[in-house]
């Protein structure tokens, strides 16, 4: 429900200039359409920011403004002083309504004389002209409260120019970049709005308390979300009999390896269920990824270099005890094997062929279980490799650090590169990694429900952690 007390705000100015893309980003909302071409916001367009059933906010997207100097001239023969001046604006839609040369203007000015507040934008990049003089001009003759917003559409720097132009028209200037505001940023936009128009100034008050909690919500659910993945990777396994083959041992070979096929094809699902869900808590349908970050983040869970990238590195898998039993195994040689063997081979060559991973600890436990009338059943998984978790859970937060820091106005594909100097894993202080350590462990060997809530509230703490040097987004 909308009502004269929700706050809402128009988004005007001139065509191009990234409108839509701050309506997007402050409304969370992906389908607000943006592009390059001018002129591609033909009608006014409300979007709500909801809370549950609440509406916070509204941004009313509006088209560019086509005819600044014939609306100007309008008015000016209208209104002789300043305080016919908001009449002589509401007059000018009246009579303008079915004019389709004024379609834009009259787009663009109805929500402003039904109440709304201005937000006007402009394109700091580009140089200040007098042209935008008139648009302000007439903003400034609605009377109704405003502020501009400096958005960067490229890397020339003309803001303090604009600011000296538009100190003069609105009392708060901000710059606001539409593709890369962060929370605090666009909190900003609201609290300085609270500041302007003592209509709104409770409830923006308001919301921005319902976003600063719902921001923490927001993660506390994806850690639960990933803990729940990561902890039923742990359990997967596959299962089938044996049926006696004329040939003994070649069943058991092919059967292996597809039992293992399977395996990670339910892991790699489980982990885009958990990925989807993520995406969802955040506001994003299906998002589409980059070449490099798909093979990073999208392609085979075992193939990639992600083990490398994303577990823990060698050293804190020394420290933490994990690996002992590759050192009784063979030695450092045979760990530093094992690492390198990570790095390329896929699930299938650590399983089958090359069978050692870390001196002689499989990645996956291969186990027949027993004979049956029908024949002997053999086991694959749970994936016993000490990295495993960790991998998964690098993936994850390196999934969510993009997502939950992803404006709703970017339309380009999900790209991240990680750093290969700086290890992931190693950003968390010291007794974070050993809860881990000990809760992977719990999980591994079945878990319970209270291991499974520990390890959600921890996440929680992990994903608050900024991944810095070892991630770099966009
Ligand atoms: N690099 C960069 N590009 C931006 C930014 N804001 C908008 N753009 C791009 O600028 C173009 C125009 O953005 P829109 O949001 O569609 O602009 P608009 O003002 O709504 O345009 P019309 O509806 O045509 O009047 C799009 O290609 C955006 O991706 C920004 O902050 N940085
Ligand atoms: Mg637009």
Not at 69 to 88: H, K, N, Y
Not at 430 to 447: E, M, P, S
Request: aromatic share 6%; glycine share 10%; with cysteine.
């Amino acid at each position: 429900m909308t009502s004269v007390f929700t706050p809402t705000f128009a988004v005007v100015g001139h065509p191009n200039k990234g409108k839509s893309s701050i309506v997007a980003t402050l409304a969370e909302d992906e389908r607000v359409a943006i592009s390059n071409a001018p002129g591609t916001t033909r009608n006014a367009n409300a979007h709500s920011m909801r809370m549950d059933d609440q509406v916070l906010y509204v941004l009313v997207d509006t088209p560019g403004f086509q005819r600044a100097r014939e609306v100007l001239d309008w008015l000016e023969a209208r209104a002789t002083s300043a305080s016919e001046r908001p009449a002589a604006v509401a007059q000018f839609v009246r009579e303008h309504e079915s004019d389709e040369r004024f379609h834009d203007e009259c787009e663009l000015l109805k929500p402003i004389l039904a109440g709304a507040g201005i937000l006007y934008v402009v394109d700091g990049a580009k140089p200040y002209g007098r042209e935008y003089e008139l648009e302000m001009q007439i903003l400034q003759w609605t009377g109704s409260p405003r502020m501009a917003l400096i958005n960067m559409i490229g890397s020339d720097d003309y803001s303090l120019q604009w600011r000296q132009a538009l100190d003069q028209y609105f009392s708060i200037v901000r710059s606001f970049d539409a593709m890369n505001a962060d929370f605090d940023n666009r909190i900003g936009v609201l609290r300085a709005f609270a500041e302007l128009d003592e209509r709104w100034r409770e409830p923006l008050e308001r919301t921005v308390g319902v976003l600063n909690e719902e921001r923490q919500r927001r993660r506390l659910r994806s850690a639960r979300e990933i803990a729940g993945f990561i902890a039923d990777a742990l359990s997967m396994s596959e299962r089938e009999t044996l049926v006696d083959s004329d040939e003994p041992g070649t069943g058991d070979e092919q059967l292996k390896q597809s039992l293992t096929q399977r395996l990670q094809q339910r892991i790699v699902r489980r982990e885009q269920t958990a990925r989807d869900n993520v995406q969802s808590i955040y506001r994003w349908g299906r998002l589409e990824l980059n070449d490099s970050t798909g093979e990073i983040l999208a392609t085979d869970l075992f193939a990639s270099e992600g083990w490398e990238l994303f577990g823990l590195s060698e050293t804190k898998l020394l420290i933490s005890g994990l690996v002992s039993g590759a050192l009784a195994g063979g030695g450092v040689d045979a760990l530093l094997g094992g690492a390198s063997m990570l790095l390329g081979a896929g699930i299938g060559a650590l399983l089958g062929g090359a069978g050692a991973w870390f001196g002689g600890h499989e990645l996956a436990k291969v186990k027949v279980l027993g004979e049956t009338l029908g024949g002997k059943v053999l086991q694959v998984g749970p994936v016993s490799a000490p990295n495993f978790p960790w991998v998964l859970l690098g993936r994850a937060w390196v999934h969510h650090h993009l997502i939950s820091e992803r404006n709703h106005a970017r339309r380009e594909a999900v790209s991240v590169s990680l750093s290969d100097s700086q290890h992931l894993m190693d950003v968390l202080p010291d007794d974070v990694r050993k809860l881990l350590t000990r809760l992977f462990k719990v999980l591994a060997q079945g878990g319970d429900d209270e291991a499974l809530k520990d390890l959600g509230n921890l996440l929680d703490q992990v994903l608050a952690t900024d991944p810095g040097a070892a991630v770099s987004g966009p």
